[in-house]
């Protein structure tokens, strides 16, 4: 079985001890994990340091043709890095799965590689001229989830760097490989230092945020977790961004088709099988047109093919780890108990790996678990309302605010609804529909900062304003 290798300074560096990586489908070892000692981690960041002296010096051109490089490739090793995403995660190649996430990548890269920051000229008179100049900062310390591992490295990765950043990535535990990967594909065309990798379990995460010679930490991942890196970061004041778990709402008015909604609505939710930050996680219809809506969604959930991740036939694949196996299933259990009506799915799928179905719940309300935490799976709870701003309200009670979604035969009326809804991004007739150019960041308890596009970009930049 493979053993995997850290990836510090521009060389590979084995470490002494490691975990096994099991393919959530079959449970067979994909490869092992290099456990990190606290001295590796050091290295990583003094490697990063040692390549930041050179790398803030180049000039914009240089870091954008650079992520350009990055890209080519990337794509030039593009089915053998979604293989490897398809092993561990457990997502199918095909359809929503690890095909488009390594294309979603790309895009990514090439859409920042392109950004830049030219310093702007606040005044300029007779009084005096002030710019404001962007510098990068420094090393950044990334720290990534296990839902879309290779998409959110290069969400951290190239922002960091296109900036002028030199960056240690840790991936999760869950998925550390293929990250492990890009990082070794990212250095056939970067300098030594500039990208470096070190896995672990989650101690080593901490010792990364609370390390002194990190000045930036960017975050995907739980709001627990994100409370505990904002912690950490206290002592070095560092800079953060944190991309926290969300638990959006999607409101359909009585105006909506339910037909017409059914596909979107499915996989608003279900996309990733639910394990996606800014997935629909619980959706509120109206009285007149609830038992429509339901109707509508079963019939398209029957159609969804579950299997193996390397079937190429499968559409969604295996939950990605027991722990949060366990958490779907302990919360449709307490929505049953608590009168939940399960329309289908509701009892694990009979066969080796975590295999859940699909599974919707009727006639649950705000009070029960599935509806009040984040299930991050393949359960969605469907609420039923008759008042709309009534309904607005009781979404906006939950600390989360990532996403929401307003669903309706009327885009203005949508509009002026999804206005009202407190989360970061909202969507009009379709959910969670992220692209490059889309700001795109948490409000309330689901992170602080923003991530994509320019805006994104200055994220990874401190300001330093010239008055003469
Ligand atoms: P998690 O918080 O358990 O783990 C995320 C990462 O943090 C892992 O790499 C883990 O090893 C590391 N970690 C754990 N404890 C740590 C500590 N004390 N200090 C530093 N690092 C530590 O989250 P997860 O289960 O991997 O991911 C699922 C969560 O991520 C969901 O809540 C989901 O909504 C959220 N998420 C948010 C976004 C977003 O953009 N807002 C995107 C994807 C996922």
């Known amino acids: 079985m493979m053993d995997y ?29 290099p456990l990190a000692t606290a001295e590796q981690l050091d290295q990583a960041v003094d490697a990063a340091a040692a390549a930041f002296r050179d790398w803030r010096q180049k000039r914009e051109e240089e870091r954008a043709q650079a992520c350009r490089d990055v890209a080519t490739a990337i794509e030039a090793h593009a089915e053998e890095l979604a293989t490897l995403l398809t092993l561990e995660q457990g997502k199918p190649m095909n359809g929503l799965g690890s095909r488009f996430e390594i ?4 895009a990514w890269t090439r859409y920042t590689a392109e ?24 090393v950044v ?3 990534t989830p296990w839902n879309w591992p290779v998409m959110i490295a290069c969400w951290h990765i190239i922002p960091a760097i296109r900036a002028g950043n030199t960056v240690v990535i840790k991936p999760s ?3 550390p490989l293929s990250t492990i990967r890009l990082v070794e594909i990212i250095n056939e065309v970067l300098p030594p230092g500039v990208v470096n990798v070190i896995t672990g379990e989650n101690a080593i995460g901490g010792a990364l945020s609370a390390h002194p010679g990190v000045a930036k930490m960017t975050f995907t991942g739980s709001t627990a977790t994100g409370k505990k890196i904002m912690a950490s970061a206290v002592e070095t004041l560092k800079r953060l961004t944190l991309e926290l778990g969300g638990n959006d709402a999607g409101i359909v008015l009585p105006d909506a088709e339910p037909k017409r909604i059914a596909e979107g609505l499915f996989w608003g ?5 639910g394990q996606t930050c800014a997935a629909l996680k619980r959706l509120y219809v109206h009285d007149s047109i609830y038992d429509e809506v339901c109707t509508a969604l079963a019939d398209y959930a029957g159609k969804i093919v579950i299997g193996d991740g390397m079937d190429e036939k499968s559409v969604l694949g295996p939950i990605q780890n027991e722990m949060q196996y366990n958490k779907v299933r302990d919360l449709v259990e307490d929505a049953r108990a608590k009168g939940g009506r399960v329309l289908t799915g509701g009892e694990p799928i009979d066969r080796p790996g975590y295999f859940y179905p699909i599974t919707l719940v009727a006639d649950v309300a ?3 678990r599935l509806v009040d935490e984040e299930q991050f799976g393949p359960a969605l709870p469907i609420i039923r309302y008759s008042d709309v701003d009534e309904v607005i309200e009781r979404a906006n009670r939950n600390p989360a605010g990532l996403g929401g979604s307003v669903w309706s035969s009327d885009p203005e009326k949508a509009k002026h609804y999804a206005l009202k809804l407190e989360c970061g991004s909202v969507w ?3 959910h969670g529909a992220i692209q490059p150019n889309a700001p795109f960041g948490g409000v309330k308890q689901s992170g602080i900062g923003i991530e994509f596009g320019a805006e994104g970009l200055k994220e990874f930049t401190t300001i330093q304003t010239v008055l003469s």
């Open 5 to 33: 290798t850290l990836f510090i300074g521009g060389q590979k560096v084995a470490a002494a001890n490691h975990h096994d990586i099991r393919n959530p489908s079959t449970g067979d070892i994909v490869g092992r994990m």
């Open 103 to 106: 294309g979603g990548a790309l």
């Open 115 to 138: 950004l830049s920051l030219p310093v702007e000229i606040l005044q300029d008179n007779n009084e005096g001229r002030v710019e404001l100049h962007r510098k990068p900062i420094g």
């Open 141 to 143: 310390g990334s720290i």
């Open 173 to 175: 535990p869950m998925t």
């Open 269 to 273: 939710a279900f996309i990733n099988n």
């Open 366 to 368: 705000d009070g029960v």
């Open 428 to 430: 009009i007739n379709k």
